[in-house]
């Protein structure tokens, strides 16, 4: 990212006017590796200071209950939507993107 005080700002050719100074952003692609990495701290991060603040409101029961029970309903949601990938693969249809797993399974 590159930051200059001077010159006048294109929204559509990536960049931007904050506070008199042009920010331009590179139009780089993240790999699979980083966003696989960025979801893994930000669920266990989120995790981690949500339980230290239940613990000290649900105690030693509710909290860990809650913890499983949220496990296994994204455990499940996942394996629904894998289910239901596999699915749309044998009827044909090519699931590469959230709105082609939309459109085969709602229509």
């Known amino acids: 990212m590159e930051i200059s005080n001077q010159g ?13 100074r042009t920010i331009s952003f590179n139009q780089g692609k993240i790999s ?4 696989t990495m ?17 613990m000290q ?4 029961i509710l909290s860990p209950l ?14 629904l939507v894998g289910e239901t990938i596999n699915t749309l693969a044998e009827d044909g249809i090519q699931v590469v993107a959230y709105q ?8």
């Not at 409101?57 to 030693?60: A, F, H, P």
């Open 8 to 20: 006048t700002t294109s929204v559509n050719g990536g960049e931007e006017l904050l506070r008199g």
């Open 32 to 35: 699979s590796i980083g966003l």
């Open 38 to 54: 960025n979801m893994i701290l930000s669920i266990i991060g989120t995790t981690v200071l949500g339980i230290a603040a239940q």
């Open 57 to 60: 409101v649900g105690g030693w």
């Open 66 to 79: 809650l913890l499983c029970m949220g496990c296994a309903i994204v455990s499940e949601t996942t394996r």
């Open 100 to 107: 082609d797993f939309i459109e085969g399974a709602i229509g």
